[in-house]
């Protein structure tokens, strides 16, 4: 191998270190991004979450539903007769 050879080895070899350096920097922020990203994600669902607890469930839902319907026809048939 030539002198020539030699200094374009090494320059190839410092731009492809260059290039690594570049991109562990760029992963770097992209994971400090999605870290940020998944915090606020979990804190919404937290919050949503805590919104869901206070609701009623589906049988309660149905069953405040169902009564409200039988009282309705119950006053319209007294109404009525």
Not at 14 to 28: I, P, S
Not at 62 to 78: F, K
């Amino acid at each position: 191998m030539g002198e020539q050879e030699i200094a374009d080895l090494k320059t190839r070899i410092a731009v492809l270190e260059t290039k690594d350096d570049a991109q562990e920097c760029r992963l770097n922020s992209l994971e400090i991004d999605v870290g940020k990203k998944f915090d606020r994600l979990e804190a919404k669902l937290d919050q949503v979450l805590r919104a869901a607890q206070g609701r009623p469930t589906w049988v309660v839902a149905l069953a405040i539903s169902g009564l409200m319907t039988v009282v309705t026809g119950l006053i319209v048939y007294l109404v009525t007769h």
